[in-house]
């Protein structure tokens, strides 16, 4: 079977996920991390792509990024993956690939998707190992970029740190993340039913799965 098209919109925020392989963790130690982060930061600086987010997980690495060309997402994880596996092989005295397969990546709509989609990465895990800290009072990170969706969450510093830590203290609704996690796994645009529609009147690469069962009978 062919592979299906990736689908990349520029312009728009699109979720990451690269997963390691089974039982590896990608990122066992702060060296690691920190190796791992330096990389990331120049690949995405050579593609002029803004990382919104990110969290390094015991068996993934997810990211919310935006893309400024159909190319640029997947060289900068080809990038990622071709130095950070170098790396933590040299480390680790080991060989072969770190990763499962290829990444999977889902545009989001801007503006309530997105910031979901944000709190997806950021809420993954302990905020030592995700971008949770920059948004929340902690260090800033001058190689991440805020979406406009945080932005307009408050008019002054403090009142969007309050705010998103607020919602970061609210767990995602379980649909909201199972959504999330459909469109990441088959590729596709995340957002409401109007957006998607919109998306989908042009023409190109088909943006969401196709209705379940049989089409309806023309009369």
Do not use: K
């Not at 800290?133 to 510093?157: F, I, M």
């Amino acid at each position: 079977m062919a592979r299906q098209h990736r689908l990349v919109i520029p312009g728009l925020a699109h979720l990451v996920s690269l997963p390691a392989l089974a039982g590896l963790q990608p990122f066992p130690t702060p060296d690691d991390r920190t190796r791992f982060l330096a990389i990331l930061r120049d690949a995405a600086a050579a593609q002029a792509m803004p990382v919104h987010a990110y969290a390094l997980l015991p068996g993934e690495l997810r990211t919310l990024v935006t893309p400024p060309t159909d190319a640029a997402l997947s060289r900068w994880v080809q990038a990622i993956g071709r130095r950070y596996v170098s790396a933590y092989n040299r480390h680790h005295a080991r060989s072969g690939t770190l990763w499962a397969g290829r990444f999977r990546s889902a545009p989001i709509e801007p503006g309530l998707w997105t910031l979901r989609a944000l709190r997806f990465v950021d809420g993954a895990a302990e905020r030592d190992v995700t971008s949770a800290a920059h948004r929340c009072g902690g260090r800033r990170d001058g190689t991440l970029v805020d979406p406009q969706e945080y932005w307009s969450l408050g008019n002054t510093p403090f009142e969007r740190e309050s705010a998103y830590a607020s919602l970061l203290a609210e767990p995602l609704p379980d649909p909201q993340v199972a959504r999330l996690r459909r469109c990441l796994t088959g590729g596709w645009v995340c957002g409401d039913e109007a957006f998607v529609r919109r998306l989908a009147a042009f023409d190109g690469p088909r943006i969401a799965p196709r209705p379940r069962g049989r089409p309806a009978r023309r009369t």
